[in-house]
């Protein structure tokens, strides 16, 4: 472990850079350790040694006018002296291991709530849908995981301890769970749960601390590499757990409400619960003993049992963690790094990046609502196709990150962005053939929603390559977990957008009003669809936004721009996301019968004289902070003449 730390070491040239640097006074020898300057954008250009941008007289080489070379010292580069880490090399292959976990907690969270909440325990969309809101709730809170991380180190270590204790603190909720037994309560369970990704969260922000900073010691030719490969890993996780979901919980203990294996047991009188099963009606003294047609094997996984897989996973990695390399840091005031962040959150390449996050989040997540409930009306889409839907959805993702790693590390982000959209959007128009029932086919379904996933996966790769350009060393975690919880605490508020276009449609609004089937029921559908998609598509307009490639981001980055009313702006706006995505979450969630009826939260109104103006408000206010936003650092610099404006922008 020792070779292994001296020999990724920095570049004694950068130390005697750093050193040279009058203004500048270096807090330690370790690899993480911020450089403390009087003028903060030293750390931007001195620490990270870029050099003077390239003028045509200093080369005739285009690819040196184009800044992007191999050269680690070539604008558009923030790579370290030295060569390439590897990722599975002993000291490193822990973070792949990390985010294997991650997939496989993440996934195992929200794929058990379908089968458990809704098939065996009839629990109501408006919980459903809370519960899954409130499991991935704390991914709307890595910018204080960041902190954190970067902040204050454990026993002096960044990352790596974190990463061990809250994988443990992840475990030990499971094992509790795990104690409640098989008939845990669903409140319980969702509870349970999210303490449990309180812990995967936490593991996420500091293991990416770990990727930004290995991604700056990556040549400009294949940085993003690193990134492409822990999201890839990620999904591998995500496509365990759903597979033992499939053969786990598709059996009659789940998918049969009211099944008893022990035939002396007798069955209940709650017609609730009868109801619900396909054998009731048919055999009302027996019913509750035999496999119904919803199951599709005889056996199946406790709730206990499952929850002690994902345990067992979790702890059996914990060594592979203490071994990770993080040179041990002196812990600096507090105060003090807030002031220095406070610098770089400033730099106009940092705001804007997190601008662009949650405008194109915003907008390009409004979902078609009355899809799921539309899926079991007209297609019958059973558990078994649902499950093997996600399955097949994290095998394209893992595909397609896989082709971004080895063809696409250096195309454009916003080609690959409009590749991705477009696609996207040709997908989801193909739903309009389920809707005039030309091909009403689950199979079908499956195959344009994968389909789509691909395209989505171009997308997010292009906005998480920016996230490393715009990292400043000392500061991976926070910068990351900046960008991450602007983009995350949106899309709750995407949801509640898309609910509210419902009630332009109340048709189709509910499992009866679909089931009519009527040319009006279809041609509200089809309305809703393009209404979607165009939502969607205005996503593209905010793309200059977005730096093109490395060399964009990093001569943004040179350019020293900076605002603080932006960075005000910027952060005040993410802090009312993120306020009202969790009162959103919580209310549905702590009062599923009381406050989720409201209009506001996303209901369809608990009375009829609930008024939807403030609906309409509120969905008004969000599209007027996505295109003016965008409007103001786009178009108005052209309309001033500051800018000339080409079509060139958006790609």
């Not at 040196?64 to 923030?78: A, P, Q, R, V, Y």
């Not at 919980?127 to 910018?143: D, G």
């Not at 970067?150 to 475990?171: M, T």
């Not at 936490?202 to 400009?220: K, L, P, Q, T």
């Amino acid at each position: 472990m020792n070779q292994a730390t001296k020999a990724l070491q920095l570049d004694h040239d950068i130390d005697n850079t750093l050193r040279s640097e009058g203004d500048c006074v270096e807090t330690s020898d370790a690899i993480d350790a911020p450089v403390v300057c009087n003028d903060v954008d030293k750390v931007t250009s001195d620490s990270v040694d870029i050099e003077s941008e390239p003028t045509e007289s200093d080369s005739g080489d285009d690819s040196k006018k184009d800044g992007i070379t191999d050269n680690d010292n070539e604008i558009g580069d923030i790579s370290y002296s030295g060569k390439e880490l590897n990722p599975w090399s002993l000291p490193y292959v822990g973070i792949q291991i990390n985010y294997f976990s991650v997939g496989l907690i993440y996934a195992g969270s929200v794929g058990i709530l379908y089968p458990i909440l809704v098939i065996q325990q009839g629990a109501t969309a408006a919980f459903y849908t809370a519960a899954v809101n409130l499991v991935t709730v704390f991914w709307s809170y890595k910018i204080f995981f960041g902190v954190l991380s970067d902040c204050f180190p454990v026993l002096g270590y960044k990352k790596k301890l974190y990463i061990v204790l809250v994988w443990l603190l992840c475990a030990m909720i499971l094992v509790i769970l795990a104690s409640l037994g098989k008939d845990v309560s669903a409140s319980s369970l969702v509870f349970m749960l999210t303490f449990a990704n309180l812990g995967y969260v936490m593991a996420d922000v500091a293991a990416y601390g770990f990727v930004v900073w290995m991604a700056h010691r990556e040549s400009v030719k294949n940085r993003g590499s690193v990134q492409a490969l822990i999201y890839t890993i990620r999904e591998l996780g995500r496509i365990c757990i759903n597979i033992v979901i499939i053969f786990g919980f598709s059996g009659p203990a789940v998918n049969c409400p009211g099944y008893e294996k022990d035939p002396n047991v007798p069955c209940t009188t709650d017609e609730s619960i009868a109801s619900r099963n396909d054998m009731f009606e048919e055999y009302p003294d027996s019913w509750c003993h035999m496999k119904c047609t919803a199951a599709a094997y005889n056996f199946g996984l406790t709730i206990p049992q499952y929850v002690w897989i994902i345990a067992a996973v979790n702890l059996a990695s914990i060594p592979s963690y203490l071994i990770l390399h993080d040179d041990k840091v002196t812990r600096e005031k507090f105060l003090g790094i807030m002031a220095s962040f406070w610098k770089v959150m400033q730099k106009r390449a940092v705001w804007q990046v997190m601008l662009y996050s949650m405008i194109s989040n915003i907008t390009f997540n409004v979902y078609i609502a009355a899809k799921p409930t539309a899926n079991f009306v007209w297609l019958n889409l059973s558990t078994l196709q649902n499950q093997i839907l996600n399955i097949v959805e994290s095998l394209i993702f893992f595909v397609g990150l896989s082709m971004i790693r080895k063809f696409g590390l250096n195309f454009s982000w916003r080609k690959l962005i409009w590749m991705g959209s477009l696609l996207v959007t040709f997908f989801n128009l193909l739903y309009l053939l389920i809707v005039y029932n030309v091909l009403r086919n689950a199979w079908f379904y499956i195959f344009t929603d994968v389909s789509a996933t691909f395209m989505y996966s171009l997308n997010f790769m292009a906005s998480a390559f920016a996230i490393v350009e715009v990292s400043e060393p000392g500061f991976e975690a926070i910068t990351y977990a900046l960008v991450t919880t602007a983009s995350n605490a949106v899309l709750p508020l995407a949801s509640v957008i898309s609910y509210q276009f419902m009630g332009i449609f109340p048709d189709l609004n509910t499992q009866e009003g679909l089931a009519k089937d009527t040319p009006s029921v279809r041609n509200q559908m089809a309305f809703l669809v393009l209404l979607v998609e165009i939502i969607n598509l205005t996503s593209l307009v905010s793309l200059p936004m977005l730096p093109r490639q490395k060399k964009e981001a990093q001569e943004l980055m040179k350019k020293g721009e900076t605002s603080s009313a932006w960075a005000k702006f910027t952060l005040i706006s993410g802090l009312i996301f993120l306020i009202y995505s969790t009162l959103v979450t919580f209310f549905t969630v702590a009062g599923a019968n009381s406050y989720d009826c409201y209009k506001i939260l996303g209901g369809p109104g608990c009375t009829d004289s609930e008024s939807s103006v403030p609906v309409y408000m509120l969905i008004g206010a969000v599209f007027l902070y996505c295109y003016g936003v965008n409007f103001m650092l786009t178009f108005w610099p052209m309309i001033k003449g500051r800018e000339q404006f080409s079509w060139s922008v958006f790609v």
